[in-house]
């Protein structure tokens, strides 16, 4: 094989193998954009979290907003997560067991888009409950692959 047809497939091997992690320059903006995303989406969910805990009035209008927002950003995490991402407080169970983590990443966008609904509809009572269980998706997937 010629060196140019050699550099040629190495550079296109390289651009199927990386393509979700080709967004980003490098593995640092990975790592700073799920931890941006991760920070956005904790501080519209600790806002309905408030209005749960009683410690904050509940308004129709405001949750709906918070979890809007919640639902949006956490679709977008996880393409940060590409090979040789590695670092933040990433654990790298993340990478040796990546069918478990992304299984975790799917149910909590399914427990998030179960209190969006609640939100929307405006049911105290309905939020309160699809809230519960969506903090309980964030812990289960930060027990086992966030560090402390
Ligand atoms: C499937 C796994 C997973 C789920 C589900 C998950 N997280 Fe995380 N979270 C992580 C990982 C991994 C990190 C560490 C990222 C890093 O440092 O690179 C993290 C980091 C964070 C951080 C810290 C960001 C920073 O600046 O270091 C916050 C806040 C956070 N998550 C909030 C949440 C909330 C709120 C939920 C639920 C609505 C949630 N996470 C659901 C895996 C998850």
Not at 17 to 33: I, R
Not at 95 to 112: G, H, P, R
């Amino acid at each position: 094989m010629k060196l140019r047809n050699i550099v040629f497939s190495t550079a296109a091997l390289l651009a199927i193998s990386s393509t979700a992690f080709a967004q980003f320059q490098n593995a640092e903006k990975a790592v700073d954009y799920r931890k941006s995303v991760f920070t956005v989406m904790g501080t519209h969910f600790a806002r309905i979290g408030a209005v749960v805990k009683g410690e904050a009035s509940y308004n129709k209008e405001d949750v709906a907003k918070n979890a809007a927002i919640v639902t949006m950003m956490s679709t977008l995490p996880w393409q940060a997560f590409g090979p040789g991402t590695e670092g933040g407080h990433a654990k790298s169970e993340i990478w040796s067991d990546n069918a478990k983590f992304k299984s975790a990443a799917e149910k909590m966008q399914l427990a998030v888009a179960d209190l969006n609904k609640a939100a929307q509809s405006g049911d105290l009572d309905a939020i309160k409950k699809t809230f519960g269980a969506a903090g309980q998706a964030c812990k289960s997937c930060h027990d086992d692959f966030k560090k402390k």
